[in-house]
């Protein structure tokens, strides 16, 4: 499958051998990931004295994908929009990538035109394209972004490799890049001017770039918004359970199907980018609903949702309903954790 381009065409040694890893990832499995792991969970923040994930408390392991956000860092901010501290964050990536795992990061930008969050739907990408009112606010934004990015090196001194997924669910209503806020044509100058002001302006050379609607129910869904294969180089889905296991594993079956199609059609390797369950009110979840909906399906990784409290979380904390399933789950072989890559 390996493509010999990807979307940045300046993109480092590492990068390729990131995106072979994740291609490779689907011959044995898939990769349990887990967004925002090791920075915070059910009644605990990362301190200097622990180094700790709700996954690893249940499951003896962590997860082999962390994922991480950098919404705020458009501002200067010293932490996130989730209250991580930038410096935190950067610790906390350098000591996954140490250990053998895969960083992704999403960034949840504030509206560049209402100065609201992500979710303020006032009409903004066409004015921040090159041109438009807002594009000098823009362009500041992704220095920031460019800045951070570099700041992610190796105790050798090399550039970290990260899966980037920006303006993500692009094809839902509540983000301001999402379909009604903006056209897929403008939708796919915003992907393209992103991609050419970070690595060509900004210099910036250790992502690779991930694609990711919503749940969708054709192809031609998928690929509305679709910049281009030669300036994509991962597809990625988001789907929540929200109803009934039933009608949450017939819409999985479909989107994962779709998502195959596209993957196969475009050679690009593919993950359920964030998926989960709020609370895991299932007792058997993950290996009766989940797991059986996904294997064998040729996706490299799925990523949970993060845990920010008793009333908000996507993976079990000891003692949760669904923890004991999540230890068997844990344990299947073609389920790869981070104790995995070592083996």
Not at 3 to 14: C, K, V
Not at 40 to 64: E, I
Not at 147 to 165: C, H, S, T, Y
Not at 220 to 249: C, I, R, S, W
Request: glycine share 8%; aromatic share 12%.
């Amino acid at each position: 499958m390996t493509n010999l381009t990807l979307a940045d065409t300046g993109a480092l040694p590492q990068v390729f051998a990131l995106q072979q890893k994740i291609e490779h990832l689907s011959e044995r499995g898939y990769a349990f990931g887990h967004q925002d792991t090791t920075s915070y969970g059910v009644g605990w923040r990362h301190n200097r004295d622990s180094y700790t994930s709700d996954v690893y408390k249940v499951a003896g392991d962590f997860p082999l994908v962390y994922g991480f956000d950098i919404g705020q860092i458009e501002h200067g901010r010293e932490k996130n929009l989730d209250d991580v501290p930038f410096n935190t964050m950067c610790a906390l990536i350098q000591k996954a990538h140490k250990d053998g795992g895969i960083i992704t990061i999403s960034w949840h930008a504030d509206n560049p035109v209402s100065k609201g969050d992500s979710w303020e739907t006032t009409i903004a990408v066409k004015h921040i394209l090159e041109g438009g009112s807002h594009f000098e606010v823009y362009r500041e934004w992704l220095k920031k972004v460019a800045d951070f990015v570099l700041k992610l090196k190796d105790e050798n001194g090399m550039l970290i490799p990260i899966a980037f997924r920006p303006f993500h669910e692009m094809n839902g209503a509540w983000f301001w890049w999402g379909n009604p806020n903006c056209s897929p044509d403008d939708y796919k100058d915003l992907w393209l001017q992103t991609l050419q002001l970070l690595s060509v302006e900004f210099e910036v050379h250790n992502l690779l770039y991930v694609y990711a609607p919503n749940l969708v129910g054709t192809t031609g869904e998928y690929l509305l918004n679709y910049p281009g294969d030669h300036v994509v180089d991962m597809l990625g889905l988001d789907l929540y359970q929200h109803g009934t296991a039933k009608a949450f594993q017939k819409t999985l079956k479909i989107n994962v199907e779709v998502l195959r199609i596209v993957a196969e059609t475009v050679k690009k390797p593919y993950a359920l980018t964030e998926i989960g369950l709020d609370r895991v009110l299932e007792p058997l979840w993950w290996s009766t609903i989940l797991d059986p909906t996904i294997a064998n399906m040729g996706i490299a990784w799925v990523l949970l949702w993060r845990n920010d409290s008793k009333k908000h979380f996507f993976v079990p904390y000891p003692d949760q309903l669904s923890a004991s399933d999540f230890k068997i789950f844990s344990k299947k072989r073609h389920v790869l954790f981070l104790g995995d890559e070592k083996v």
